[in-house]
């Protein structure tokens, strides 16, 4: 384990809240610097989410976050609110010590590339098939999808992209971090620690939180698979575990001790859900779904609009009144669980090739959004998104408190 863990307690201060809930991180718009703000106010905690943003966005974000709690201990109950928060990075590719090496070989790059190029030829002929019965009703043509050209990630960008984001860490000495969609090498841990930054890092499973203890990090969020938006396995090509969260919360305890503060996030309606994760092991609860229908979310239009016909029984439920939600790489290349639009179910093959295919089908799902054809966007939801409620941040919490 590595010496450059910060003490226990001091991570607990800024990542337990006295609500013992929390916003999770949501990139893509939702996660605002008014949400976090309004959970904090609550008696809770929050992150903000870096990801898909560059450091100066998030640089941006973070004074406005800080501006809203106020500069000084912002105490709403005895604790320092002003610091019960943090942001959310994604670990690109580049960075990431869980891909194994047969998957960084020219001949696996190759062998990417060639799926990626034969989703986009599936995607085109899709939309050029799509187009030709919207000509003939007098509507505009294809849309154009970038190349495989286009869409290959760049190390050296990629790189530099998160150095930067450790930078805006550091100068801007942000409370807390924390890591999705990969594993940082033991230094970057260690760097953070050093300048007074617990550092965390989203596992799925026990052999991930072991991995993760081993390279420094202070904390975990464990996501079971109920939780909307993207799964936040180590290894991009790993395929989502189905075990339901309590007793992957059991195992990750076995693992790593009952010392380390652990977060559990996943399929989050009610207070009923944080009790018995709490007494399942976690700390404290991380929920996203819960908060894209509140005001102070930044929520897309087309989202807020799937999210609302679920929550109030027009679609995406099943005859139990139950969210219809599913796990796809489609939209993406990784497994990320949507509102069962029909796009998933098109393309049950999609490679795991993330972000390629996350830049294959922006503008698809850009133009699906303007359209209102929400059966093309991708409406990430976790398993209780019918329990999503149109309301204050703070009521949101309210309702979730144990
Ligand atoms: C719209 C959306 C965007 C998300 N973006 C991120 C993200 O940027 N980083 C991250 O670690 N997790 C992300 N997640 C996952 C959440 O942090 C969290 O694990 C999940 O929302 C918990 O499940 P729940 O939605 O059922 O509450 C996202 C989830 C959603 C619904």
Same mark, same amino acid.
């Given at each position: 384990?590595?010496?450059?863990?910060?003490?226990?307690?001091?991570?607990?201060?800024?990542?337990?809240?006295?609500?013992?809930?929390?916003?999770?991180?949501?990139?893509?718009?939702?996660?605002?610097?008014?949400?976090?703000?309004?959970?904090?106010?609550?008696?809770?905690?929050?992150?903000?989410?870096?990801?898909?943003?560059?450091?100066?966005?998030?640089?941006?974000?973070?004074?406005?976050?800080?501006?809203?709690?106020?500069?000084?201990?912002?105490?709403?109950?005895?604790?320092?609110?002003?610091?019960?928060?943090?942001?959310?990075?994604?670990?690109?590719?580049?960075?990431?010590?869980?891909?194994?090496?047969?998957?960084?070989?020219?001949?696996?790059?190759?062998?990417?590339?060639?799926?990626?190029?034969?989703?986009?030829?599936?995607?085109?002929?899709?939309?050029?098939?799509?187009?030709?019965?919207?000509?003939?009703?007098?509507?505009?043509?294809?849309?154009?999808?970038?190349?495989?050209?286009?869409?290959?990630?760049?190390?050296?960008?990629?790189?530099?992209?998160?150095?930067?984001?450790?930078?805006?860490?550091?100068?801007?000495?942000?409370?807390?971090?924390?890591?999705?969609?990969?594993?940082?090498?033991?230094?970057?841990?260690?760097?953070?620690?050093?300048?007074?930054?617990?550092?965390?890092?989203?596992?799925?499973?026990?052999?991930?939180?072991?991995?993760?203890?081993?390279?420094?990090?202070?904390?975990?969020?464990?996501?079971?698979?109920?939780?909307?938006?993207?799964?936040?396995?180590?290894?991009?090509?790993?395929?989502?575990?189905?075990?339901?969260?309590?007793?992957?919360?059991?195992?990750?305890?076995?693992?790593?001790?009952?010392?380390?503060?652990?977060? =559990?996030?996943? /399929?989050?309606? *009610?207070?009923a859900h944080v009790r018995s994760l709490? $007494? @399942?092991?976690? !700390? &404290?609860? %991380? +929920?996203?779904?819960?908060?894209?229908?509140?005001?102070?979310?930044g929520t897309s239009a087309a989202h807020?609009?799937?999210?609302?016909?679920?929550?109030?029984?027009?679609?995406?439920?099943?005859?139990?009144?139950?969210?219809?939600?599913?796990?796809?790489? =489609?939209?993406? /290349?990784?497994? *990320?669980?949507?509102?069962?639009?029909?796009?998933? $179910? @098109?393309?049950? !093959? &999609?490679? %795991? +090739?993330?972000?390629?295919?996350?830049?294959?089908?922006?503008?698809?799902?850009?133009?699906?959004?303007?359209?209102?054809?929400?059966?093309?966007?991708?409406?990430?939801?976790?398993?209780?998104?019918?329990?999503?409620?149109?309301?204050?941040?703070?009521?949101?919490?309210? /309702?979730?408190?144990?």
């Amino acid at each position: 384990m590595s010496a450059a863990h910060l003490p226990d307690d001091v991570v607990r201060a800024r990542l337990i809240p006295p609500a013992r809930v929390l916003a999770a991180p949501m990139a893509g718009g939702p996660s605002t610097p008014e949400l976090v703000a309004a959970v904090v106010g609550a008696g809770g905690g929050g992150f903000l989410a870096g990801g898909m943003r560059t450091a100066a966005q998030v640089r941006e974000q973070v004074d406005a976050l800080r501006g809203l709690l106020g500069g000084g201990d912002g105490s709403v109950d005895g604790s320092d609110a002003a610091r019960r928060w943090g942001v959310n990075l994604f670990v690109p590719d580049a960075v990431n010590t869980a891909i194994p090496a047969a998957a960084r070989t020219e001949r696996a790059r190759a062998e990417r590339r060639a799926a990626v190029a034969a989703y986009r030829e599936r995607l085109a002929a899709e939309g050029e098939r799509a187009a030709g019965g919207a000509a003939a009703e007098g509507a505009g043509g294809a849309p154009t999808l970038p190349s495989p050209d286009d869409v290959t990630p760049d190390p050296a960008r990629e790189r530099a992209e998160f150095a930067a984001m450790l930078a805006a860490a550091e100068e801007q000495a942000w409370p807390l971090v924390s890591f999705t969609f990969g594993l940082p090498e033991p230094a970057v841990f260690a760097r953070l620690a050093a300048a007074g930054i617990p550092a965390g890092i989203t596992v799925t499973d026990a052999d991930e939180a072991r991995s993760a203890r081993a390279h420094g990090a202070a904390f975990l969020v464990v996501q079971g698979h109920r939780a909307g938006g993207h799964r936040g396995t180590l290894d991009p090509a790993a395929d989502p575990v189905e075990r339901e969260l309590p007793s992957v919360l059991a195992q990750v305890r076995a693992v790593v001790g009952t010392r380390v503060p652990v977060v =559990a996030a996943g /399929g989050v309606g *009610a207070a009923a859900h944080v009790r018995s994760l709490l $007494a @399942a092991g976690a !700390d &404290a609860v %991380a +929920a996203g779904t819960a908060f894209l229908l509140t005001a102070e979310a930044g929520t897309s239009a087309a989202h807020r609009a799937g999210i609302r016909r679920c929550a109030t029984g027009e679609g995406f439920v099943g005859p139990d009144g139950a969210a219809r939600t599913v796990l796809t790489r =489609a939209y993406t /290349g990784r497994w *990320a669980r949507t509102l069962a639009t029909e796009f998933p $179910a @098109a393309h049950p !093959d &999609a490679p %795991a +090739a993330y972000p390629e295919l996350n830049a294959l089908t922006t503008g698809l799902r850009a133009d699906a959004a303007t359209a209102g054809d929400l059966e093309r966007v991708h409406l990430w939801a976790g398993t209780q998104a019918h329990a999503a409620r149109e309301a204050g941040a703070a009521d949101v919490v309210a /309702g979730l408190t144990p």
